[in-house]
């Protein structure tokens, strides 16, 4: 299987997992049937100048799961159309991640609708603002 981490430093499996998979600098592929690891940099190789973009970065690759600390929305939803499936960091450890993960025991991330948070609604539908309508 090959598992993707968000780090900021390779140091190989000993890397510390990276808080926010879309402003991450680099990547870390671990194959754990080799048990060797690739090092991905978060930017679009036509134009590395241009910014983040795992989308770029990441296209292509088959991978049987990103781990990520923290993942948006929007990422998330363009990351599981691209076919990825995302799964919740556990801790900021990649070994400690890496072996949850080989026992199935990550839990996969979910669309929050964190855009939503606070908004109100005249519609009917519930809302979570701190006042009345």
């Not at 973009?53 to 363009?78: E, H, K, M, W, Y």
């Amino acid at each position: 299987m090959k598992v993707c981490f968000p780090i900021t430093n390779d140091n190989g499996i000993n890397s510390t997992l990276y808080g926010h998979f879309a402003s991450t600098p680099l990547f870390l592929i671990f194959d754990t049937a080799t048990r060797q690891s690739s090092i991905v940099p978060n930017c679009d190789e036509k134009n590395p100048f241009a910014g983040c973009n795992p989308f770029s970065a990441l296209r292509g690759r088959q991978l049987d799961g990103i781990v990520v600390g923290g993942i948006g929305d929007d990422a998330l939803r363009t990351m599981n159309l691209c076919g990825f499936r995302v799964y919740e960091a556990q801790s900021g450890s990649i070994p400690e991640n890496l072996a949850l993960f080989e026992k199935n025991e990550l839990s996969e991330s979910i669309i929050q609708d964190s855009h939503l948070e606070g908004r109100c609604s005249d519609n009917g539908v519930p809302h979570k603002c701190n006042h009345t309508h």
